[in-house]
């Protein structure tokens, strides 16, 4: 599935939609070059599911964790990981519970280790504005993507 998404409150929008259809459990990546909009999308994919306060981007702490409830978000930027094998000194796969959402930026950055994607979105430059791919990787991505295109 692709969205044009002319502007920010487009890609706004976009992680509001995803927000209503991401379930307990679920593993989405995102991926797209620099000031693509995936800090942007995750953003908005937090806020709509209840996260107040100020959103930090992860680059620097590579995770970012939030709690709503009995749901665990975490919020990962793997932009400065050097090698792959960076993800298993982590410890960061404890993160990847039923009881969470896992939120994937630069994926690529830790190639090979990482829980395989419900659902891998990739974000790209058109003219001004972006093209959102949706991809479902998995039954319940498949599930979630089908209700995401009927909001839209």
């Known amino acids: 599935m692709q969205e044009f998404l002319p502007d920010e409150p487009a890609t706004q929008a976009a992680?509001?939609?995803?927000?209503?259809?991401?379930?307990?459990?679920?593993?989405?990546?995102?991926?797209?070059?620099?000031?693509?909009?995936?800090?942007?999308?995750?953003?908005?994919?937090?806020?709509?599911?209840?996260?107040?306060?100020?959103?930090k981007s992860p680059t620097y702490s590579l995770v970012e964790p939030y709690v709503i409830?009995?749901?665990?978000?975490?919020?990962?930027?793997?932009?400065?990981?050097?090698?792959?094998?960076?993800?298993?000194?982590?410890?960061?796969?404890?993160?990847?519970?039923?009881?969470s959402i896992c939120l994937i930026e630069w994926p690529e950055k830790a190639a090979g280790s990482l829980p395989a994607p419900d659902i891998a979105l990739t974000l790209s430059w058109v003219g001004e504005g972006r093209s959102l791919q949706l991809n479902a990787l998995s039954k319940a991505g498949k599930l979630c993507l089908n209700q995401y295109a009927q909001l839209t």
């Open 69 to 99: 409830s009995n749901l665990y978000l975490y919020h990962f930027d793997f932009y400065r990981f050097e090698d792959p094998d960076e993800w298993e000194a982590s410890g960061f796969r404890d993160c990847f519970r039923e009881d």
């Open 15 to 55: 992680g509001a939609r995803l927000a209503q259809v991401l379930k307990p459990g679920m593993v989405m990546t995102l991926s797209g070059d620099l000031g693509a909009g995936k800090t942007t999308l995750t953003r908005a994919i937090l806020r709509s599911m209840g996260v107040n306060g100020r959103i």
